[in-house]
């Protein structure tokens, strides 16, 4: 894989995705290597040049990519066999966050990808959550503090006891909205070489009636709108199902610990000129009750937080000590 950039502070890449025009899986195909030695490996000679062009087409039809090649992450892409993706699912922890979510726990542990590793985040049940995790062998962590991203870090800060074979980390939420079986295709990517963070757009896939609520597709739009505006990467969802590689994730040195996360997540990646990969990802209607509220008054206050988000992001010099030398 190619070494990282060490970045302060630079321009902002400025590409629009774009979509190939090949049917099928990626599985088996042989793909263009840049900065490339003989037998594939990636040439530490240099980092690969900066891209000025328009990228070429990525092989699957189904692909959006945003912030294409833009020197933030690795350019170098191969092929990949199924058992190296198999293995890939193995050293892969999902992190689920849950509050009484005893009616969607259970079918989505049993969804997971086999050999995958669930690591439930608990932010204070009450009801018979904690004990139907315990009936499936799941790890747990009790987070106190409320808010989904200081859930999120609870998770990420407990893989090294939980699973230190892991590599990879992907979000799955405990109410069985999300189908984890798009996960495989996901890593293939990351694996490949063609991204270096892969998001599942439930926009873009297919939905179960009432699975995106309204207040759901304003959140979605109106991140969308910011994002585009302030760093000029388009994305078509910013849902929590998304997989990249441990290290990257640590690199990023996630602030927030509230509902914008995802937003963070995807403000510093574009700031850094990151790949990002969106597939289509079906998505259910949630079982259970919504966590998140209605009101117009908690819209609102979400409408300024995730503003504030954006901004800071935007305009705060990040410090090179953040971004590890992670692609190995």
């Not at 990519?65 to 198999?86: F, L, N």
Request: glycine content about 10%.
């Amino acid at each position: 894989m190619c070494p990282r950039r060490s970045l302060s502070r630079r321009g902002l890449p400025g590409r629009s995705f774009g979509s190939g025009a090949a049917e099928g899986g990626l599985a088996g195909r042989s793909l263009s290597c840049d900065g490339c030695v003989a037998g594939g490996a990636p040439s530490r000679a240099e980092p690969p040049p900066r891209r000025t062009g328009r990228r070429d087409a990525p092989v699957n039809p189904d692909l959006v990519i945003s912030s294409p090649g833009s020197g933030g992450g690795c350019t170098a892409t191969r092929t990949v066999t199924a058992e190296e993706i198999a293995q890939a699912v193995r050293r892969t922890v999902a992190i689920i966050p849950v509050w009484n979510e005893e009616v969607g726990i259970g079918p989505t542990l049993r969804d997971l990808p086999d050999g995958m590793i669930p690591l439930v985040v608990d932010n204070g049940s009450t009801d018979r959550t904690l004990e139907i995790v315990a009936e499936h062998g799941a790890a747990v962590v009790h987070e106190k503090r409320k808010g989904y991203g200081s859930v999120i870090w609870a998770g990420v800060q407990a893989i090294p006891q939980v699973a230190p074979q892991c590599r990879f980390v992907t979000f799955v939420d405990g109410d069985h909205a999300d189908h984890t079986d798009e996960v495989p295709a996901m890593l293939e990517l990351l694996l490949s070489g063609q991204a270096d963070m892969v998001l599942g757009s439930r926009v873009r896939g297919e939905r179960e009636k009432g699975a995106l609520p309204t207040k759901s597709r304003f959140a979605i739009w109106y991140s969308r709108l910011l994002i585009w505006r302030f760093y000029r990467s388009r994305f078509t969802d910013l849902g929590p199902l998304r997989v990249l590689r441990l290290e990257a994730l640590r690199s990023l040195d996630m602030e927030d610990r509230g509902m914008g996360w995802t937003v963070e997540m995807q403000a510093k990646a574009a700031r850094l000129g990151w790949r990002m990969v969106e597939l289509p990802a079906r998505y259910r209607a949630r079982v259970g009750h919504s966590k998140i509220s209605s009101e117009i008054k908690a819209a609102v206050r979400v409408g300024f937080k995730l503003l504030g988000t954006v901004l800071k992001w935007r305009f705060r010099q990040l410090r090179p000590d953040w971004y590890a030398e992670f692609w190995r």
